[in-house]
């Protein structure tokens, strides 16, 4: 029998291999969809302090700018 989830956002059930799990540490983050997850992710910003997150923030944001720009100049080639 597969696993059952429940969403701790809503509260709402959904089975193995659908939504989003997320094991952090101790801590298993179970979403039942992407606006759950985004609900979640948007009270853990807005609630950790600036100065934990921020250069975490800005280190990723700029891993998927050099990411984007390989992109271009990958699909730029192929024309």
């Known amino acids: 029998m597969k696993t059952k989830y429940t969403c701790i956002v809503c509260g709402r059930k959904f089975p193995h291999g659908q939504g989003i799990v997320i094991e952090y540490g101790t801590y298993k983050l179970t979403f039942h969809s992407s606006r759950c ?4 992710l948007k009270l853990l910003l807005e609630r950790v302090p600036e ?3 921020g250069k975490y923030i800005g280190k990723i ?19």
């Not at 997850?37 to 979640?40: D, K, Y």
């Not at 700029?62 to 192929?78: D, G, P, Q, T, Y």
């Open 37 to 40: 997850a985004s609900r979640f």
């Open 51 to 53: 100065e934990t997150l």
């Open 61 to 79: 944001i700029e891993e998927f700018e050099e990411r984007l720009e390989l992109l271009k100049k990958v699909k730029a080639k192929r024309i």
